[in-house]
Nanobody
C-alpha cells in the first residue's frame, strides 16, 4: 500500500525559505511522477511542481518558477520542495501526490503540511 508523508511545513516570514519533504513507501517508484499541490483557504487545489523519479524532468507552475525547486533522493524514496523567496500568497496546505506510470492522474496523496507566510 502506497503511503506518502509530508513534513517540513511551518510559519515563516515573507522572503524566507522552507523545505518540504515527502517520504514515499509501499512500492518501487522507478517510473512514477511525484507532484506537489497546494490549497489555500477558500480556493481550489492547484498544481505547484512535479518531478519524475527517473531522469531529471521537473515542471513548475508559473507562480513559483524561479523560487521553488523540486528534487528527489531515490535512495531515501523521498522528494523535496525547496521554497525560497516565500510570499504571503504561498500560504496553503501543501500536498505531495503520486502519479503511477501510464495512469495520467495522481492516485495517491499525502495528508498535507501547512505552510504559512507572514507579511
Amino acid at each position: 500500500q502506497v503511503q506518502l508523508v509530508e513534513s517540513g511545513g511551518g510559519l515563516v516570514q515573507a522572503g524566507g525559505s522552507l523545505r518540504l519533504s515527502c517520504a514515499a513507501s509501499g512500492r518501487t517508484f522507478s517510473s512514477d511522477i511525484m507532484g506537489w499541490f497546494r490549497q489555500a483557504p477558500g480556493k481550489e487545489r492547484e498544481f505547484v511542481a512535479a518531478i519524475y523519479w527517473a531522469g531529471s524532468t521537473t515542471t513548475y507552475a508559473d507562480s513559483v518558477k524561479g523560487r521553488f525547486t523540486a528534487s528527489r533522493d531515490n535512495a531515501r524514496n523521498t522528494v523535496y520542495l525547496q521554497m525560497n523567496s516565500l510570499k504571503p500568497e504561498d500560504t496553503a496546505i501543501y500536498y505531495c501526490a503520486l502519479q503511477p506510470l501510464g495512469r495520467g492522474r495522481y492516485d495517491y496523496w499525502g495528508q498535507g503540511t501547512q505552510v504559512t507566510v507572514s507579511s
